[in-house]
């Protein structure tokens, strides 16, 4: 053990108030932040919640903001901080209701992910197999290096500072669309319902997102703005409607939005128009 210590202000409260409560942990090589909260919770303050599971930086439970940056706290280490005079500040998520001290009501994020069109593969070929191209999953591969860590919808703006929970998914559920949307077997056109039920536009590209994701996807670039310049395209390029409506159908069938039932037990998907689309029959 190290005869080196270091000074932690965490957050101790939940959504209605709190305080900052100041801990010092001694230090030894490798020692992680999480670790600091581990020792604290075992040696001084028995009661300080926090959310972990692997401690490996596999399943992202353990998101927080340290020093004011959302970061999970088993990857960070307490010697990048060592140069640094003032305490480690610990606080959780502030895009998302607390619960009780560092960890955050995220169960919002999980109704946003049931609303997302399922991946809807086209028939096999003849020989009972899909073929598909390498270059074709290259591209979305990434994507799927996603932990739901949900660091991304803490530091995105719209819903951190403008409470746009309901109207805009983030950029964890963008990047999920365009997984589905770019891959060579998906048969659902999803830019409907990406233009308004899930607030795409909301989204002006700043970058946060891809800065804070501890799996290095490139949100922003690879996901977010080529989905975007998609719904400009069929929905601002009068040309391009023009093209539509003179082709004739879309090559892709229409999504439409799946709803939850029957909450008490087991999930019941079921599919529901959009609200333009109810507004068009009537």
Not at 54 to 73: D, F, Y
Not at 104 to 132: C, L, W, Y
Not at 134 to 154: G, H, P, S
Request: with cysteine; net charge neutral; aromatic share 6%.
């Amino acid at each position: 053990m190290s005869d080196k210590k270091a000074t932690l202000k965490i957050y101790r409260g939940d959504n209605d108030g709190g305080e900052f409560k100041t801990y010092e942990v001694e230090t030894y090589p490798g020692m992680v932040v999480l670790d600091a909260i581990h020792d604290i919770q075992a040696k001084q303050e028995p009661g300080l919640a926090v959310r972990w599971n692997c401690k490996a930086g596999r399943c992202g439970s353990c998101g927080a903001e340290v020093n004011g940056k959302p970061k999970l706290m088993c990857m960070t280490r307490m010697s990048a901080y060592d140069d640094d005079p003032e305490p480690i500040m610990v606080t959780p998520m502030k895009a998302f209701p607390i619960l009780k001290d560092l960890v955050t009501d995220v169960s919002q994020n999980f109704r946003m992910a049931q609303k997302i069109p399922a991946f809807a593969p086209r028939p096999r070929e003849a020989d009972g197999t899909h073929r598909m191209q390498q270059d074709d999953i290259e591209r979305i591969q990434e994507f799927r290096k996603c932990i739901e860590c949900f660091l991304c919808q803490n530091t995105c703006h719209v819903i951190r500072d403008h409470g746009k929970k309901e109207d805009f998914a983030g950029p964890r559920f963008l990047i999920a669309m365009a997984g589905l949307d770019m891959h060579p077997l998906d048969t659902l056109d999803r830019r409907e319902l990406l233009k308004d039920e899930f607030g795409i536009g909301y989204c002006n590209i700043t970058r946060c997102c891809t800065e804070v994701c501890p799996e290095h996807i490139n949100i922003t670039d690879n996901g977010i703005i080529p989905m975007k310049e998609r719904v400009a395209d069929d929905y601002f390029d009068p040309v391009r409607w023009l093209i539509r409506k003179v082709g004739g159908e879309e090559k892709k069938k229409k999504a439409s939005l799946p709803v939850i039932q029957n909450e008490t037990s087991t999930p019941v998907v079921k599919k529901k128009k959009t609200e333009k689309a109810a507004k068009a029959d009537e």
